[in-house]
C-alpha cells in the first residue's frame, strides 16, 4: 500500500508570494492534518480535514488555509508569505476523524522563503 | 506552545545500551503516542497507549504512562545504531495532536 504523498518536496519562494501544498494521504483514509514543523517552535498542528470538512484548527493566522477534497486529497495555501514561514511541512492521515488512531506521516514539504 | 516536554534533548548511548525518553504533558489527555524521525524524513508512527493504560510493550519498545503525574516513558532496549533518530511524545486533547520538543537519540557503533 503507497504511503503518504507530498508533493512538492521542496520549494523556494519569496516574501509576499503565495504557495500551495498537495498531499495524498493512503488510500481510505479519510483524514488528513497539516503540521509546521520549524526548530524554533517544533512541530505546530495547522488543522484537520475529515470529510472535505475542517474539523479542528491550530492557532496560525488566516493567511494559512485548506482543503479537502472528495478523494481525501488535500491541500494547504499560504498566502503573503513571510520569511517565518519557512518551515518543513508535514501531513498525516489516518482512517477516521480524530487522534485516537496512529497517524501516517509523509516526507514533508520543505518551503523555504527568500 | 508546546503542551509536552521531554528529556532529555539529547542523548548519546553505544549499540546493545538501553535508551529511556521521558514526556511530561500539562492537560489531560485521550491516548499519547510515540513518534520516530529520521533527519530529513516525516514521522513514523512507534505506539500509541490511551489514558487507561499503564504500560504496553511492542517488541523492543516499553512505553509508560502515569496520568497522575502527567508523564510517559518510553524504553527502547538493546539499542542499534538504525535507532539513530529523533523521538517525539504526542498527547490527544480530542482537538489536536500536540507535540513535545523531542528528544535526539545517538547510537553508537
Known amino acids: 500500500k503507497a504511503g503518504v504523498t507530498q508533493t512538492p518536496r521542496y520549494l523556494i519562494k519569496t516574501r509576499g508570494q503565495q504557495v500551495t501544498l498537495s498531499c495524498s494521504p493512503i488510500?481510505?483514509?479519510?483524514?488528513v492534518s497539516w503540521y509546521q514543523q520549524t526548530p524554533g517552535q517544533g512541530l505546530q498542528f495547522l488543522f484537520e480535514y475529515f470529510s472535505e470538512t475542517q474539523r479542528n484548527k491550530g492557532n496560525f493566522p488566516g493567511r494559512f488555509s485548506g482543503r479537502q477534497f472528495s478523494n481525501s486529497r488535500s491541500e494547504m495555501n499560504v498566502s503573503t508569505l513571510e520569511l517565518g514561514d519557512s518551515a518543513l511541512y508535514l501531513c498525516a492521515s489516518s482512517l477516521a476523524g480524530g487522534f485516537n488512531q496512529p497517524q501516517h506521516f509523509g516526507d514533508g514539504t520543505r518551503l523555504s522563503i527568500l | 506552545s508546546q503542551q509536552g516536554e521531554e528529556d532529555p534533548q539529547a542523548l548519546s548511548i553505544q549499540e546493545g545500551e538501553n535508551a529511556t525518553m521521558n514526556c511530561s504533558y500539562k492537560t489531560s489527555i485521550n491516548n499519547l503516542q510515540w513518534y520516530r524521525q529520521n533527519s530529513g524524513r516525516g514521522l513514523v508512527h512507534l505506539i500509541l497507549?490511551?489514558?487507561?493504560?499503564r504500560e504496553k510493550h511492542s517488541g523492543r519498545l516499553r512505553v509508560t504512562l502515569d496520568t497522575s503525574k502527567k508523564s510517559s516513558s518510553l524504553l527502547i532496549t538493546a539499542s542499534r545504531a538504525a535507532d539513530t533518530a529523533s523521538y517525539f511524545c504526542a498527547t490527544d486533547s480530542g482537538s489536536r495532536l500536540t507535540f513535545g520538543e523531542g528528544t535526539q537519540l545517538t547510537v553508537n557503533p
Open positions: 488510500s481510505g483514509h479519510r483524514s
Open positions: 497507549i490511551r489514558s487507561n493504560e
